[in-house]
């Protein structure tokens, strides 16, 4: 079983960003993890032991050392956290010290997420982000001094103005660093941003053609560094995988702690209540799980193991084509987009990984 748990505070909201997240504010940060291991004691008891743990947010590296410890130690009432094999969290460069690293791994922490985004300072403040390109590489410094067994590094491309020749500086400053793990996201528009608003209004631009050369850059940059393209967005050293996110990609049983956190048992998905003072007023005054549910038909779920099996480099098996599946399939081949593996699997190759989403679409229907 997988365990995420969402802490959605952050310093500064990034423009782009449509994650459950707010400033602290006010919040009484006690009573938020009381909330939490609230919210474990009533869901996690009887499940199979915990192999991977995610803290994401919001930023997880926000939590004192106090809060993150009690939080820790206090899971391990309702869960079995014995035989954990990742347990990655996510931080934001120049908010940690030396100091704070040991604890984490003292903690068990064995892989941190860095949102890094651009090496260019032009675009970091673009972005909203607070640290500077000398921040991130002093933050990877400290990972690595301190013996932090993986780094991953977060990367968004395609920014309005963003030049080919930037991308591929980025790309070249990050292999610099020698990161274990690389997510490259490609900018979209989210509803309910600032960016979206702009972008509506015409104030920041697009370009489907410049989103397919600069995926293109990075798969060809990042595999001939021998780092694995094994998702759409995400490339890893030898044994780098995130464990935490296969198990997303195919379909194991996860459960998600906190505001606006998703769990899936089974075809039953859960959401929680995208509003911290809800949830933390639901579980501490009324016992309440304050989450919908959901059941995921053949449907609902064929759609989602399509959508994320196709994006990864294991593929999607043949039990989830039909057999009017077919032409389609021969004719990606045939167009060199898509190939079978040894075992038979569909993946995506060439222009095919480019237009994942629309693949999917298409073998839903
Ligand atoms: S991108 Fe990360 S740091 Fe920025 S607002 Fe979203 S969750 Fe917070």
Known sequence: MHLYIHIPFCHRICPYCSFYKHTPGNTDMKRF???????ASMRLPGHPPVTTVYFGGGTPSMLSSTHLARLVEGLKAYAN??????????????TFTAKKVCQWKNLGITRISLGIQSWDPGFLSM??????????RESIRLLRQAGMPQVNVD?????????IASWQDTLATTLEQNPDHISTYNLTYEEDTDFYRQHAAGLMES????????FELAHNMLTEAGYRHYETSNYAREGALSRHNLAYW???DYIG?????????????SFNTSDTTAYMDALLER???????????????????????????????????RPCDRPLVEELIREQMAARKHSGHLVLTGQGRLLVDEIAVELID
């Open 257 to 269: 702690l906190g505001p606006g956190a998703y769990s899936t048992v089974g075809r039953i998905r």
């Open 33 to 39: 993890i009381d909330a939490l291991l609230k919210e």
């Open 250 to 252: 195919q379909g194991e």
């Open 287 to 321: 016992n309440l799980v304050p989450e919908q549910r959901e059941y995921l038909d053949d449907a609902a779920y064929r759609t989602e193991r399509i959508g994320l099996l196709l994006r990864t480099d294991e593929g999607l098996p043949n039990s989830w084509l």
């Open 127 to 136: 972005l909203g982000r607070t640290h500077t390109p000398e921040q991130a």
């Open 81 to 94: 956290l014995s035989s954990i094999e990742e347990f990655s969290f996510e931080a934001n460069p120049a």
């Open 207 to 214: 370009d489907m053609e410049r989103d397919a050369a600069m």
């Open 155 to 163: 990367l968004m491309f395609s920014l309005p103005g963003q030049s």
